[in-house]
């Protein structure tokens, strides 16, 4: 019934006339999406136009060149910034992977004694992120002996409220009765968790890992001020530091090579898998 | 009789035992992330807190921190004019941008949700920015907003647009930054809101001749409320914690014309070494967002919490 209704709806859309009003509104929403993409046109054109050319923004049959980039590569150390970044990304998934499906099977499977305190407790961290917490915690990380280590710009992302909340939506849907054969089957907690849960898992793991690998990826704040050492030093803050040095030149070409180093990753993986990031950033939050 | 009284304590007992043991079971399962939640969140809520009574800055390293009650609040609300400006800066970007991003994004949302030709790439285009990080927008929109050769300057040959250096302007210029960064963001709210409404809706009012506008209002827009109440706390609090940009573009400048209240904590903190006064506005900011998240908690429907 909801089918037929669907699909005659569909075929009453296709029949709608194309008034002016919705014209101008579609055209307007084209120029817009065009103009969205302009930015990234230009950072792109720029890192590849021949340097002389970096300001003729107009200028047409340049042959596309990597000697900005070969050059800009050898001015600041891009690639331990790159294996940094890397580090820090795959340190902090792992450890969420693991807190985020302890404390999300706790939360969808066991009734226990002071659940809804820790859930508000929870809660906390998201809707008081740790980029507003940086002064306290950069004490703590200087406490602990940890600042200019990749350890001390992950800690405070160990654990995940968001991931824990998603982990624990998820597990919900899943029937009850698949762990319930696996305890009769003598299979104990960890091996219910690792062989029942983790597979069925794994679209959210997914999910989560895109939205916490583009978080920690792009941060900037807290690693600026945690690490000083330039060899220590992740892509944003390289970018950043490198950016500065050569505004002043106003060396367009420069900045949009290094611009470009920094996002190409996340957008690269973007393109190719824009349903599976879009639908992941759709349950980032709770909801 | 006492033997029924004796089998329902025994019972209730049984029952009490076996709910400790599933208690001691999901507290050492979430132990892990308790402790870092502790560590990293908790706790430095409290230290501001309790920090941001005291007098520890610069002329007290050797004495060590001097507790003087509120003082720090005082001289923030009453003597210090960039946090006046910095607070009002974050307030004006708050009541902009949130209202023109969910206009914008709905907007975008249908529109991805309805286009045929091209579709991947409108929402590729709409969605790309919040994949970038606020320091490599910066650079970019840096190279848009320079005076004489910047983007602007080119395309319109003006060389006296000064955006980033003139106060009136600078404010403005990096809201239509933020707006362009997190409209496609809170669109994907709005692509999965309308995919939840039932399509019979439409059909029916249709059928009953109603026009475009008509069809947006009545159905469309009350629809997504409950979309439009959550992205409106998710787009107010980055209004709080967007400040990355201000290191590359204005550094809060010129004359603090751009400065906002995390941006002046990293500042108070890191560049004039007054922790007191960092943890007091620290403690501002947590305020502020607490109040959003009970307005969140208490407008929303619940289920979505606890669902």
């Known amino acids: 019934m909801t089918a037929i209704s669907a699909k005659q709806h569909r075929e009453k859309k296709a029949a709608w006339k194309m008034t002016p009003g919705k014209f101008l509104l579609y055209f307007f929403m084209y120029t817009f999406a065009i103009l969205c993409l302009i930015p990234l046109v230009w950072l792109v054109r720029t890192a590849f136009v021949p340097k002389e050319l970096e300001l003729k923004m107009l200028a047409v049959g340049w042959v596309p060149t990597f000697s900005n980039i070969t050059r800009i590569w050898s001015m600041a150390p891009w690639g331990n910034y790159y294996i940094n970044t890397l580090i820090l990304v795959a340190g902090v998934l792992a450890s969420q992977f693991v807190t985020i499906t302890m404390a999300g099977y706790a939360f969808a499977r066991l009734n226990f004694y002071g659940k809804n305190t820790l859930f508000i407790l929870f809660l906390t961290q998201i809707m008081i992120a740790a980029d507003v917490l940086i002064l306290p915690n950069y004490m703590t990380i200087t406490r602990l002996g940890l600042n200019d280590t990749l350890l001390g710009a992950m800690m405070p992302f160990f654990a995940s409220a968001m991931g824990t909340f998603l982990m624990r939506q998820t597990i919900k849907t899943i029937p009850y009765e698949l762990e319930e054969a696996a305890k009769i089957d003598g299979c104990n907690l960890f091996r219910t968790i690792t062989q029942i849960y983790l597979p069925l898992l794994v679209p959210c793991y997914i999910a989560h890992g895109l939205i916490a690998a583009s978080y920690q990826w792009n941060n900037f704040l807290w690693p600026l001020i945690v690490i000083n050492k330039p060899a220590k030093r992740l892509l944003t803050v390289g970018l950043a530091i490198f950016a500065q040095a050569s505004e002043i030149g106003a060396l367009w070409s420069d900045t949009c090579a290094a611009t470009l180093l920094t996002v190409a990753p996340l957008l690269i993986l973007f393109f190719f898998f824009q349903k599976r990031f879009i639908e992941s950033f759709a349950h980032s939050g709770i909801k | ?307």
């Open chain 2, 1 to 307: 009789m006492t033997a029924i009284v004796n089998d329902r304590s025994a019972a209730l007992a049984r029952e009490r035992r076996r709910m400790w043991r599933t208690t001691r079971l999901a507290w050492m399962l979430l132990l892990p992330s308790f402790i870092f939640l502790a560590m990293f969140t908790f706790y430095p809520i409290g230290y501001s807190i309790w920090n941001s009574l005291y007098k520890d800055n610069n002329a007290t390293i050797r004495t060590g921190p001097v507790y003087i009650g509120l003082k720090n609040y005082i001289t923030l609300f009453t003597k210090d004019q960039i946090f006046k400006q910095a607070f009002i800066n974050n307030v004006i970007v708050a009541v902009v941008t949130v209202p023109i991003s969910l206009g914008l994004a709905i907007m975008m949302a249908i529109f991805a949700n309805k286009v045929k030709i091209g579709k991947g790439l409108v929402r590729v285009s709409f969605f790309y920015p919040t994949l970038l990080p606020m320091v490599a927008v910066a650079n970019i929109w840096l190279f848009i907003y320079t005076p004489g050769y910047g983007m602007l300057g080119y395309i319109f040959n003006n060389n006296t647009w000064h955006f980033l250096t003139d106060p009136d302007a600078v404010l403005w210029a990096l809201i239509v930054m933020m707006i362009w960064k997190q409209a496609g963001y809170v669109m994907i709210f709005y692509i999965s809101g309308l995919q939840n409404i039932n399509p019979e809706l439409y059909e029916a009012a249709t059928i009953d001749g109603a026009n475009g506008t008509q069809i947006f209002w009545r159905i469309t827009w009350p629809m997504l409320m409950p979309t439009t109440l959550y992205v409106m706390i998710i787009t107010m609090t980055n209004a709080f914690k967007l400040v990355d940009h201000l290191y590359i573009l204005t550094k809060g400048g010129p004359g603090n014309a751009s400065n906002m209240l995390l941006f002046y904590v990293y500042q108070k903190a890191f560049d004039q070494t007054n922790y007191g006064m960092a943890s007091a506005i620290t403690v501002v900011v947590i305020v502020l967002l607490l109040i959003l998240t009970c307005v969140q908690f208490f407008t929303q429907d619940k289920r979505t919490f606890y669902a």
